[in-house]
């Protein structure tokens, strides 16, 4: 593999990341919904019509993320909350690589992780809300959820080490199961990040590290803190890696599908990092980029390029799954507060 190079990705100022209203046609799109699966997802690549159900689960996260904005912005919700705008292509073309008995680790961008493992923003909506319904009784918040194998922290790194726990759990009681962590490019300043990978590969843990890598660790630029790459740092353990700049959810899925299967049937640990651009800044302060980086990161949003490449399907779809998210939060927004049952969904 070639170095990552990466622009420090930035965003537009519309941090509720909307389509650009220019209607600009993207130059590279096609309408090939099979991509190959040999498809070189090292490159930014074409977009390619998605299917149905593929873009539906896209524009869910993408206004549920809007919505949570508004919501802060209306005073409804207790404490700051961080949203994966721009990058939720990523958990969505994972998801059918992923099976429910594999352990999914998550972090403090997380909702677009839950969302594609449990379409259920009803109950991820409660839990931030402290409503009726939530999936842990309220007291998770934002970034702290346990459901079923799945499980989110707020402490960057964290999740690592427990996540080689749980393989090695895989290991010895469901062969065939993996476990995915999906980490930040700043996530890679933490110790425990190479303690995690070193028994990772010692035991032949088979372990998906998906790291979503925006260029940015809260306001600090990945070139101020991080000296060589993300792949010297898993081949330093002999850990294969994959780089990941395609935007298109057909292209990236079929280029992973392989590698998955071999962490399954091989038992060994994958580091993919995808080259992704945050869409608006790290929770509700400032955002610290120039406007050059925050208009870097506006052209390569998917959601105006789909937009602007299928406008007939975009269309079809966004304004009813926006509609269905308002619906949701009244509802939501009408419910009594949650009582802690005495444990998680």
Known sequence: M???SVETPGTNTNTN???CADGNENPDATTDANPDANADVTAIGPLTELADDDLELLLLIRHFERKLLDLFGQGELNGTT??????????VSLRPLLEDRDFVFSNHRGHGHYLSRFRDPAGLLAEIMGREGA?????GGSQHILRDRYLSTGVQGQSLPVAVGAGLHQLRTDPGALVCAFI??????????????????LWRVPLLVAVEHNGIAQSTPAE?????????????FGIRYQRVASLDVNAVRAGLAPLVREVREQRSPLVVEFVTHRIGPHSKGDDTRTREQLA???????YRLYGAAFPEHFESWDGKVRAEVDEIARDVAGRPPAVWSGSCA
């Open 82 to 91: 961080h949203t994966c705008l721009g990058q939720e292509y990523v958990p």
């Open 224 to 236: 101020a803190n991080m000296a060589g790459t993300i792949e010297g740092r898993a081949a330093a």
């Open 17 to 19: 990341g909307d389509a």
């Open 296 to 302: 870097h990161a506006r052209e390569h949003d998917w």
């Open 2 to 4: 070639t170095d990552v």
């Open 184 to 201: 930040g490019d700043g996530t890679w300043g933490e110790g425990a990040v190479y303690e995690a990978l070193n028994m990772a590969q």
């Open 135 to 139: 999936v842990c009784s309220g007291v």
